[in-house]
Antibody, heavy 120, light 115 residues
């Protein structure tokens, strides 16, 4: 079955760049229609969509965070990487990656998430 | 004003039905959008429940019971998640989502308490 797992630092200093990796299995980002997205959730707060990349390298970003985000894929490694620049304490959150398809457009399978704290 | 607005909390009794609403900002017509619903229990990632645009354009998530269903209230410009025959295990946070201008937008979530 489809699985996704997020990895990256648990603690980041303010102003630093965060790099998160999503490693997945049982699907391929070389398959037409497939996508992987990133969503975050500050403690006790709502979900916030960040970015999405499709099999054809089409990329979408949250308008409010677009200047700070970059999403890339490594089809051979079955990985998607999200970078977020100029981290701030308000970016403290659990970061999830999730499977999507162009046709369903939902995030139908999610990783367990990784908690990132921004603090000096 | 937020794109999607959900009531922060709702309570329901076991066996009853509950309607969770997700209201779109004025100027954004609910009829034009597919609305997605997710359930999140404490300490767990969200789980996809269903997608609803119309009775002819809807999709149930894999393994999601049929007592979870979607609808719309055009007069209120809102999407609705209907949960019938509520069970204690349905106590969770519920989020709506749409794609608006090629960006995904989540509502603020509704905490459903089963009394």
């Amino acid at each position: 079955q489809i699985t996704l797992k997020e990895s990256g630092p648990t603690l980041v200093n303010p102003t630093q760049t965060l790099t998160l990796t999503c490693t997945f299995s049982a699907f391929s980002l070389s398959t037409s229609g497939v996508g992987v997205g990133w969503i975050r959730q500050p403690p006790g707060k709502a979900l916030e969509w960040l970015a999405l990349i499709y099999w054809d390298d089409d990329k979408r970003y949250s308008p409010s965070l677009k200047s700070r985000l970059s999403i890339t894929k490594d089809t051979f490694k079955n990985q998607v990487v999200l970078t977020m620049t100029n981290m701030d304490p308000v970016d403290t959150a659990t970061y999830y990656c999730a499977h999507s398809t162009y046709y369903l457009d939902a995030f139908d399978m999610w990783g367990q998430g990784t908690m990132v704290t921004v603090s000096s | 004003q937020a794109v999607l607005t959900q009531p922060s909390s709702l309570s329901a009794s076991p066996g009853a039905s509950a309607s969770l609403t997700c209201t779109l900002r004025s100027g954004i017509n609910v009829g034009a959008y597919r609305m997605y619903w997710y359930q999140q229990k404490p300490g767990s990632p969200p789980q996809y429940l269903l997608r609803y645009k119309s009775d002819s354009d809807k999709q149930q998530g894999s393994g999601v019971p049929s007592r979870f269903s979607g609808s719309k209230d055009a007069s209120a410009n809102a999407g609705i998640l209907l949960i019938s025959g509520i069970q204690s295990e349905d106590e969770a946070d519920y989020y709506c989502m749409i794609w608006h201008n090629t960006a995904s937008v989540f509502g603020g979530g509704t905490k459903l308490t089963v009394l």
